[in-house]
């Protein structure tokens, strides 16, 4: 590892499908990685950032592209935890095709200073967006269902950029309100919207109302595949 370089701190590594967005279905070697700057109440990966367990292992860029070479899946899907607390820029590798899930907070082509813990504080450079560009960012605002809040700035952000998709969690009408609320103000084109249902069961997932409702508005429905074949099960 170079002197100064920041270490990529990984929850889990898995290949699998991806089961949501506008890629839901695809092949993909799945990269967890540690720690998060929110803390949804629905958050299906708590195990991320919940608590002080080291449950996460320090790996150079070196290292990680390593495991995406060494692994068959051509779609690579970076997700946490929050992804852009790391210098993903670092990860590229021609060939394949990249996906970053994130909150949409940060910034990416901004640098960050991020406290994880008591005495850990994650720094990272500006991301290069010649690079960044080129992956599919699936940024998924929280609404207030999950008891976090928008972000005025980096939503003006994501709403210039092509290269980005946007998924909201939701569970009811109301919610599905609040998202027209929010495209509206930041004039974010419906077509790149894609609605999943929240829920950690094959049960919450099956509501055929909800979805008349979401193609009825317009907008894309995004399934949960992993949620619909393997619950909560972990490295799926
Ligand atoms: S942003 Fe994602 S990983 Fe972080 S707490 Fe919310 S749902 Fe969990």
């Known amino acids: 590892m170079e002197k100064h370089e920041t270490p990529f701190f990984l ?15 695809v092949n993909s070697l799945f990269l967890r990685f540690h720690f998060c700057n929110l803390s949804c109440s629905w958050c299906d990966s708590k195990f991320t950032w919940f608590g002080n367990a080291r449950n996460y292992t320090e790996y150079s860029s070196d290292q990680i592209k390593e495991i995406i070479t060494t692994h068959q899946s051509h779609h690579i899907i970076l997700t946490g935890g929050e992804p852009s607390l790391y210098r993903l820029d670092k990860l590229f590798i021609s060939g394949k095709k990249f996906h970053v ?5 940060y910034i990416p082509t901004e640098p960050l200073e991020f406290a ?27 609404l207030s269902n999950s008891r976090q809040e928008v972000n005025d700035k980096s939503l003006h952000f994501w709403s210039g950029k092509e290269y980005c998709i946007f ?19 930041y004039s974010i084109n419906r077509l790149k919207v894609y609605l999943a249902i929240e829920g950690q069961t094959l049960e919450s997932q099956l509501k055929p109302a909800l979805v008349d409702e979401i193609v009825k508005r317009g907008f894309n429905y995004s399934p949960r595949l992993h949620v619909i074949l393997w619950g909560m099960q972990r490295g799926k």
């Open 101 to 105: 899930e994130s909150n949409g907070i």
């Open 116 to 142: 994880a813990r008591e005495n850990l504080t994650l720094r990272r450079d500006a991301m290069d967006e010649s690079i960044i560009s080129q992956f599919n960012w699936v940024i998924s605002p929280k």
């Open 167 to 185: 998924k909201f969690v939701v569970r009811n009408s109301v919610d599905i309100d609040e998202v027209e609320n929010i495209i509206q103000l």
């Open 11 to 25: 929850n889990e590594c898995f290949e699998s499908i991806q089961g949501e967005g506008n890629y839901a279905g």
